[in-house]
T-cell receptor, first 111, second 114 residues
Framework: QKEVEQDPGPLSVPEGAIVSLNCTYS??????FMWYRQYSRKGPELLMY??SSGNKEDGRFTAQVDKSSKYISLFIRDSQPSDSATYLC???????????WGAGTKLIIKP | EAGVTQSPTHLIKTRGQQATLRCSPI?????VYWYQQALGLGLQFLLW???????NRGNFPPRFSGRQFPNYSSELNVNALELEDSALYLC?????????????FGPGTRLTVL
């Protein structure tokens, strides 16, 4: 079993829909949770960074962490075609340790 | 502020050859990370350098090696190339080792092994 599981998709939704992307993990020591976005032929870019449990909102994006269920989510409101990309989750137990990555979910927003 | 840069953009080699990939971190960043992203496999951690020292390496054979120079730029060397080494190699940097959760990525070098 991988430490971090993420459905590779693709997930295809119509423009304007609310998108929910998820990762599950097995290591209860993880405390730092990140979402990266990767466009085709580009490097990943950091979207959201949360520590421990709870929600964090930034514009149309909301990151949610449920440590009791070992489950994290990224919600995208009013999705746009420009949101079409691969979304990777990453997490670590401590800022001194390497990140553990999900495989990424390919998201397609249809105009 | 200039981002992380990588060179070359594309590299084509034949099996058994050696490949050298280069990375320049964001100015002021001391940590450099290397990842392999093969099609459909997500990011696989290769190496982490900070202040010129190798801090950690992923589950890759010794023919994957690298170094970090005094100016914090880094080089990844892959010896005895195999077909399955074909992938996008990504370099990332962070301000310091203790802040390695926020990594800033370059555009990658696409290595093709024929």
């Amino acid at each position: 079993q991988k430490e971090v599981e993420q459905d590779p998709g693709p997930l295809s939704v119509p423009e304007g829909a609310i998108v929910s992307l998820n990762c599950t993990y097995s290591n209860s020591a993880f405390q730092y949770f990140m979402w990266y976005r990767q466009y085709s032929r580009k490097g990943p870019e950091l979207l959201m960074y949360t520590y421990s449990s709870g929600n964090k909102e930034d514009g149309r994006f909301t990151a949610q962490v449920d440590k009791s269920s070992k489950y994290i989510s990224l919600f995208i409101r009013d999705s746009q075609p420009s949101d079409s990309a691969t979304y990777l989750c990453a997490m670590s137990a401590d800022s001194n340790y390497q990140l553990i990555w999900g495989a990424g979910t390919k998201l397609i927003i249809k105009p | 502020e200039a981002g992380v840069t990588q060179s070359p953009t594309h590299l084509i080699k034949t099996r058994g050859q050696q490949a050298t990939l280069r990375c320049s971190p964001i100015s002021g960043h001391t940590s450099v990370y290397w990842y392999q992203q093969a099609l459909g496999l997500g990011l696989q951690f290769l190496l982490w350098y900070d202040e010129g020292e190798e801090r950690n390496r992923g589950n890759f054979p010794p023919r994957f090696s690298g170094r970090q120079f005094p100016n914090y730029s880094s080089e990844l060397n892959v010896n005895a190339l195999e077909l399955e080494d074909s992938a996008l190699y990504l370099c990332a940097s962070s301000p310091w080792a203790a802040g390695n959760n926020e990594q800033f990525f370059g555009p990658g070098t696409r290595l093709t092994v024929l």
